[in-house]
């Protein structure tokens, strides 16, 4: 659970599409910038981004609602870390959310030359850790 990061962006005009909603790119950034964070909470390291998967906008967050972006870290290689990371949409003003986005990163970690360096084991000592874990690697193969 340490490696849990949570963050808020509230969407402005120069964050919106046509439709007047957050454009994807600027909720993808958000989402790599905030996987990055977590990443680099369990590896005490820099770390870059090498692959996410199928990335799905299943509802808009229009301007004025705020993306809630969580991350963590779910599993661990050698010199790579998977991390989960799911968008809301959070109206400010009541707390009510739904979620609008989700997908699987892999960062890794590099070194002061920029090569790949070693990250620690994960362990998961809690049961609400097991709970995201188990939730990440279920939702990883769908």
């Known amino acids: 659970?340490?490696?849990?990061v949570e963050n808020r962006e509230m969407v402005q005009p120069n964050h919106a599409n046509t439709h007047g909603t957050a454009h994807g790119g600027n909720v993808m950034k958000w989402m790599d910038e905030i996987g990055a964070m977590?990443?680099?909470?369990?590896?005490?390291?820099e770390v870059?981004?090498?692959?996410m998967?199928?990335?799905n906008f299943d509802r808009p967050i229009p301007v004025g609602d705020t993306a809630l972006i969580e991350a963590y870290?779910?599993?661990?290689?050698?010199t790579s870390m998977r991390v989960r990371l799911r968008t809301f949409r959070?109206?400010?003003?009541?707390?009510?959310?739904?979620?609008t986005t989700e997908s699987f990163f892999v960062y890794v970690a590099v070194n002061d030359d920029g090569r790949p360096t070693t990250v620690?084991?994960?362990t998961v000592e809690s049961e609400e850790g097991e709970?995201?874990?188990?939730?990440a690697l279920e939702g990883e193969d769908e």
């Open 1 to 4: 659970m340490e490696t849990y």
């Open 38 to 45: 977590s990443a680099m909470r369990f590896a005490g390291e």
């Open 48 to 51: 870059v981004t090498a692959r």
């Open 53 to 55: 998967n199928q990335v």
């Open 73 to 78: 870290v779910y599993a661990a290689g050698s």
């Open 90 to 99: 959070e109206n400010p003003r009541t707390g009510e959310r739904e979620q």
């Open 120 to 122: 620690p084991d994960l």
């Open 131 to 135: 709970a995201y874990r188990d939730a």
